[in-house]
């Protein structure tokens, strides 16, 4: 397998303050990163694909000025939420493929960040 | 587009026992990936299983099996010998290009194993 890593695992902050989440894949190298979203009982919904040296691909409906994504290493794509209010409470779950993006390529999870905003 | 549909919330099943967790997809692709994921409550998601459309034998992997029948477009993933530990959240996905090779997921199926 392959090991994705998450800081923080649990954040709680005040509204109107800023989060930044930290994913990286600790042995192999992660041209693409994925971050997801998952509200309770609920599946995960991609909010946007991370390529490393390149700006990240909004999926429809996530407000890119609101979630900042930056890849700037093979290794690390961090997930910033700016300005955060008590909506933005969620899970929040990145995932990286090991190898080339292809259709038969496993996506590895982090262990996800719970983020509550008060 | 491509669809995943878990018909099943939520299941129980008693420990030892084997178990099956449905799956259905919709795609207009040829070729496309099928994978299954374990969430237990700590939130992790857990690589389980693959198949791929071409694939003519059923993906097996330890005590998970994927039923695989791709004239009904079905992907049930079957977990003999139930542990306690199975206990989870288990979502079906399919990749393949109609979705831009983004993995798409199902609602998931709670399962609880009771001993």
């Known amino acids: 397998g392959a090991v994705v890593s998450q800081h923080p695992s649990r954040v709680i902050c005040k509204s109107g303050t800023s989060v930044k989440i930290e994913c990286r894949s600790l042995?192999?190298?992660?041209?693409?990163m994925f971050w997801y979203r998952q509200f309770p009982k609920q599946s995960l919904m991609l909010m946007a694909t991370s390529n490393e040296g390149s700006k990240a691909t909004y999926e429809q409906g996530v407000e890119k000025d609101k979630f900042l994504i930056n890849h700037a290493s093979l290794t690390l794509s961090t997930l910033t939420v700016t300005s955060a209010h008590p909506e933005d409470s969620s899970f929040y779950i990145c995932?990286?493929?090991?190898?080339?993006?292809?259709?038969?390529?496993?996506?590895?999870f982090g262990p996800g960040t719970r983020l509550l905003v008060l | 587009a491509q669809k995943i549909t878990q018909t099943q919330p939520g299941m129980f099943v008693q420990e030892k026992e084997a178990v099956t967790l449905d799956c259905t997809y919709d795609?207009?692709?040829?070729?496309?990936?099928l994978f299954w994921y374990k969430q237990p409550s700590s939130g992790e998601m857990i690589f389980l299983i693959y198949q791929g459309s071409y694939d003519e034998q059923n993906a097996t992997e330890g005590r998970y099996s994927l039923n695989f029948q791709k004239a009904r477009k079905s992907a049930n993933l079957v977990i003999s010998a139930s542990q306690l530990g199975d206990s989870a959240m288990y979502f079906c996905?399919?990749?393949?290009?109609?979705?831009?090779?983004?993995?798409?997921f199902g609602g998931g199926t709670r399962l609880m194993v009771k001993p």
């Open positions: 995932s990286a493929i090991k190898g080339t993006w292809g259709i038969q390529e496993t996506q590895y």
């Open positions: 996905a399919m990749r393949g290009r109609d979705a831009g090779n983004m993995l798409t």
């Open positions: 795609t207009s692709d040829q070729s496309y990936g």
């Open positions: 042995d192999f190298q992660a041209t693409t």
